[in-house]
């Protein structure tokens, strides 16, 4: 009896241990199962893109935002100071979109004309729910697009933005004068293309022409503005007016911040945005004679390097 009692005891006591080696088993385990959850579900690391994979994507990001000119010919630009003239908006908020427009001429472009009777080169209008949808506004039989090639009127009615941008362009030669072509008696008949043995480029890279933007235009849809700043709306009117640019189609991801994305939805830039301002600064400040390829390269490795250089300064 008394050894059946100590066998019990001992047996109380091997089960006692036992139940305290599980729960100590079990504590240890937890973490053990834990790390085999993570480990199922691995954390991914995507390694930052490089610079030229960084290049590659603004090139061609800025050919979608860029209207393409026809082959041989550099992206329009004014090549004198610029005038505008806006309307369709309180009196008030008018002039301070035309000073901003003026500010960003001078700091990014041509320069600006400061005379206050200076005849508008770049027209602005404000289109007021009367007005009706953008779609109304023009068609390709408008006096307005008349100066166009069929092509580049269907992008301009084809917009997606409550907004309508257009450009009068006007092609000169190598040194910058107004194209004529000749009879063959050599009488000038007028402005076109010139004889192509009357004008060799520098190098086959160089295109024989340039082209200058002695007009621009653009209608914004006023109640499509209301909730933007006007500093928005003159960055905005800059990017579609001192160059030939169109906004992004959807179906295009942009690669960088751009006010051209101000009618997107969602959070815009408040104002010209690094991006923006190498495009501009590419554009402006090549020859005249400089290709699209090298504008677009310009712009591309302007913004990557100008991203790097602030990354590593904040970085530090």
């Not at 973490?31 to 930052?48: E, F, G, H, L, R």
């Not at 200058?212 to 933007?228: C, D, F, K, M, V």
């Not at 991801?253 to 051209?260: E, H, I, Q």
Request: hydrophobic share 40%.
């Amino acid at each position: 009896m008394k050894r059946r009692r100590i066998l019990r005891g001992s047996w109380s006591v091997f089960l006692a241990l036992a139940a305290v080696l599980v729960g100590a088993a079990s504590a240890t385990a937890r973490p053990q199962d834990a790390n085999t959850t993570t480990a199922k579900s691995p954390i991914i690391v995507t390694a930052p893109v490089s610079e030229a994979e960084r290049r590659k994507q603004l090139r061609r990001f800025t050919r979608a935002i860029v209207r393409s000119p026809r082959k041989g010919r550099p992206i329009a630009r004014f090549r004198f100071p610029i005038c505008p003239q806006v309307k369709g908006i309180a009196p008030e908020d008018a002039r301070a979109v035309e000073a901003r427009l003026r500010e960003n001429a001078e700091a990014f472009a041509s320069g600006a004309n400061r005379d206050p009777g200076c005849t508008p080169n770049l027209r602005v209008a404000f289109m007021a729910p009367a007005a009706g949808a953008p779609e109304a506004w023009l068609t390709e039989k408008s006096d307005q697009l008349a100066h166009l090639p069929i092509y580049q009127r269907r992008t301009v009615l084809a917009e997606q933005d409550p907004v309508r941008s257009w450009s009068k362009v006007a092609l000169r030669d190598i040194d910058g004068q107004p194209l004529r072509s000749l009879e063959a008696d050599g009488r000038v008949i007028g402005q076109g293309d010139p004889i192509p043995t009357l004008v060799e480029p520098f190098s086959s890279a160089d295109p024989i022409y340039t082209t200058e933007i002695t007009g621009a235009a653009i209608l914004i849809e006023r109640e499509a503005a209301e909730n933007l700043t006007l500093a928005q709306l003159a960055d905005y009117i800059t990017m579609r007016t001192f160059l030939g640019t169109q906004s992004p189609s959807e179906e295009v991801t942009p690669a960088a911040a751009t006010t051209l994305s101000l009618f997107k939805g969602g959070e815009a830039p408040g104002g010209l945005t690094l991006y923006d301002q190498a495009l501009l600064e590419s554009v402006y400040k090549a020859s005249r004679q400089s290709t699209p390829r090298k504008v677009i390269a310009n712009t591309a490795s302007t913004t990557a390097r100008t991203e790097r250089r602030r990354s590593d300064e904040g970085s530090r």
